[in-house]
């Protein structure tokens, strides 16, 4: 083993051509997101079989659309962590404007008449408004305080859906999208592929918004914020205005994420205002590494994979048979994710994202370690 | 006038219920800087104890009399070990990772209820109250029932001991002297982290006590409901002032005063929606709350 390891961590540094080859396979690397672009754009064309992580080819409709939930959490996780990894605001509000996205868009659709692209513009408008409006009298409180308020905002907001006023939301049943009004590409078990396409490309926009934004002026603002709010004051900043523009940005994002919801799960549900949802997208973003390119996607994806099938091995006769003490913990989704949850907080700090890097440098102290005493 | 009546005494129990909440979500925030997501599990875990006891599964307790003073007295001891177990195996190993204590507590708040709804089901059980608590009495015209002064009494109960052990005992000094300045505490050479236990066991059964009664205010107990009072503690722990007791018992008074009356008066869901209203507009005038504690 220490042969083998030993003259490639040599070479790297003394060698040079073999250097040079390392840095070309770097920059070969470097396209690995296109690549998977491209994979996950022909994803349903496959009839590849997944057993254990999918039932049946991946290809089939029941399966493109969990994938399809799959990408869209993954690109709402990223949104709600412009927040909480980018700039240390921690919203427990974030569903309100998602939930804004869905309902604006299908109410107007429903109630207003008006065709779907224009009702979408409507849910998006919606969502940045709300969100800086409660925003801007969030942020009036600043650490816990601020994530207490918006949990406020977000739970009123739930209360009034569930209650139904003037029979618009639906109450706790919800309203189904109207067929009719929606485009004929994205209705109907045969187009699902036309939905999966669709969370895909909201789950592109949501990564390049998000690295184009932190990677701007403000971004930098952002990470001071993050890191010290009270320096970035001492610099002349106002840190009020630049949080502000964080979690409106978000916020559009999550209501662009909602009208996606709206075609994919065809109707709006008061499951989505929920406090729970909120936090559902917390432990997203923390298992998959809060602050990191990759990891709120890579948490959505995860989380809301193993919602699924979690529920759907809940239901299933092997469970049924276990004895109680295992069976009845087993058959709550919700019980194992919660735990799942306190467990990554304990044994992964920074989440999956960062457990390769985690991983290297264990292996190389490791290997410091054996060098050390084989030295002498 | 009746109905004035009325609507004061089912808000002053209500707000009875959230300061049983608030107090030590409260407390436990102004010393620790954890927000306690999992207070509501806490609340849910004494409710239950207390519903299992009185269903007769206790020997002696029961839904009379003393068997059901013993029921709550099981409630509310069994809340305050599962507090006690929640900050030794989840808040204090993650004593260096603030942010992650919340986020653990977060997982456990999730946990938790979804456990309850495996064990006895997602459905509320009626809550077997005494039969002399289930009656009403009479005042200014309005038939009151019973069990809202014992609300507000168990309310005041807990007020005036958590006043009296900060005030009057040694403990209680370490823990004000530690919502006042952590960090000084610990320099003096006090162990801080004794006092974080203790007030997680005093929040604990406080929630549960609150989940004892509070079957008896909703005539039954389900998983969730822990978690819905949960959020309007939050916002009476903010209107209070984060950290202050008595900011915390003016702020669950109105809160449940305003809920009440803005729910009758005007349509049902709308006073949920004014208390938020109230949250959002005493935010802009006072940032930090109504006793003006940082927060």
Redesign the interface.
Known sequence: MTTATQPRGRARTANNPVATRSERLRRATRWWPALLLVVLLTVPYSALPLPGLLDGPIGSPGNLQLLALCLLFGGLATGYDLLLGRTGL?SFGHALYFAAGTYVTNTVMLEAGLPFAVSALSGLLAGAVLSALLGA??L??????F???T???A??AS??V??D?GGVTGGEEGRAAPADRLPASLVGIEHTANLYWMALAYLVVVLVVVQWAVRSPTGRVWEGIKENERRVEVLGLRPYGFKLVAFVLAGTLAALGGIVYLLLTGGATPQTTT??FT?SL??MV?LGGSGTRWGPMIGGILYTWADQRLGDLAGSGAVASLPSVVR??L?????L??????AV??LL?GGVARLPARLRTARTSRAADREEVLQP | MATVVLLTFTGLGLGALYFLVAAGLSLI?GLM?V?N?AHGALLSVGAYGAWWAASGHLPGAGSGGAGFALAVVFGTAVGTVAAVLLELA?IR??YT?P??Q???T??????????L???WGSDARPFPGPKALSGTFGLLGAEVPLDRPVLIGAALVVLTALKLFLGRTRHGLVVRAGVEDRAMVTALGIDVRRAFTLVFAIGGAAAALGGAVGGLYFGSVDPHQG?SLL?FA??V??TGG?GSLTGAALASVAVGLVQQFANYYT???LG??A???L??AL??VR???LTGRL?
Do not use: C
């Open positions: 921690l009298v969030s009036r409180a600043s650490g816990i305080g994530s207490m308020v949990l406020a905002f739970q009123a209360i009034l569930q209650r006023p406090s729970d936090l917390l432990v923390v009845v913990p058959s709550q989704p919700l019980f994710l919660g735990a799942l949850f306190v907080i304990y700090p | 925030f800087d927000l997501f989840v190993p993650l990772r942010r992650e919340i986020l653990a977060v997982g456990v708040g999730l946990a938790v209820p979804a456990l709804s495996a064990i978690t959020i939050f916002v722990v903010v984060m349509t049902a869901g949920d929606l208390v938020v209203v949250l959002a935010l802009l940032p930090r709350g927060a």
